[in-house]
């Protein structure tokens, strides 16, 4: 496909209710493709290693000490 054809890009535009502005398009363009060939790593499976720890301690959280 040549730099402004793309017409999954078209696709998702119109769904989505986006109209670009003269001149984004080629930008728009590259930034889809990039995405595109990003997603099977940001789709695939992950280890716990690559889940947030999720641990807090209310004293950071709170204005009042608990102890």
């Known amino acids: 496909m040549n730099d402004e054809q793309e017409p999954e890009l078209d696709l998702v535009l ?3 209710g986006i109209t ?3 001149g984004r398009r080629r930008g728009m363009l590259a930034t889809y493709r990039d ?3 990003m997603l099977p790593v940001l789709r695939g499976p992950r280890t716990a290693a690559a889940e947030p720890a999720g641990t807090y301690v ?3 959280i709170t204005r009042e000490r608990t102890s």
Do not use: E, G, V
Request: hydrophobic fraction near 40%.
């Open 14 to 16: 119109k769904r989505a």
């Open 35 to 37: 995405l595109q060939a």
């Open 20 to 22: 670009l502005p003269p």
């Open 58 to 60: 209310i004293d950071t």
